[in-house]
């Protein structure tokens, strides 16, 4: 994956030090740049878990941690070499604040299941399913049996 930093900090407006050992030999960098109190910036998702507990561990680290995936999301393709303004919005995305939290509602399918398709192609997978397919054994009854009655699976 060619990263073009040059390119990626002028699409930023910020000069930006590229790392390609920091979750090894360039450890100390990162644990320097969590003592600043600014927002860091990691493009290795992969590492989170390392970061995380590397910033854990630095004494007189306050600067909040953001994680981007800039190799999967943007970098690994074909054109991965014309990728650096999809690389830079991803990066430019960390800046946003975080979305507030959505709330979760629990719901009782009570035996039933939702199939979401194109009208055909969802009418064609309902008529194939059974109780026997989707609990391994016959439950008389149930409202998504493909004929009314018991079930004849």
């Known amino acids: 994956m060619p990263l073009q930093a040059q390119a990626l900090g002028k ?11 920091l979750c090894r030999r360039e450890a100390g960098q990162f644990q320097k740049a969590v003592k600043t109190g600014e927002t860091v910036v990691v493009a290795c998702t992969q590492e989170k878990r390392l ?37 830079a919005a991803l990066l430019a995305a960390t800046r946003l604040p975080e979305p507030e939290p959505v709330p979760t509602v629990t719901y009782n399918s009570e035996g039933r299941v939702l199939i979401i398709g194109l ?35």
Do not use: Y
């Open 11 to 21: 699409a930023l407006g910020e000069d930006l030090t590229l790392h390609t050992t």
């Open 51 to 87: 970061f995380s507990e590397l910033a854990e561990q630095t004494e007189g680290a306050v600067s909040p941690i953001r994680f981007v995936n800039i190799r999967e999301t943007g970098g690994w393709a074909r054109e991965a070499e014309h990728a650096t303004p999809k690389m």
């Open 119 to 153: 009208v055909d192609a969802a009418e064609r997978a309902a008529s194939r399913r059974t109780c026997r397919q989707f609990f391994g054994r016959c439950h008389a009854g149930h409202d998504f049996c493909p004929r009314p009655g018991p079930c004849r699976g």
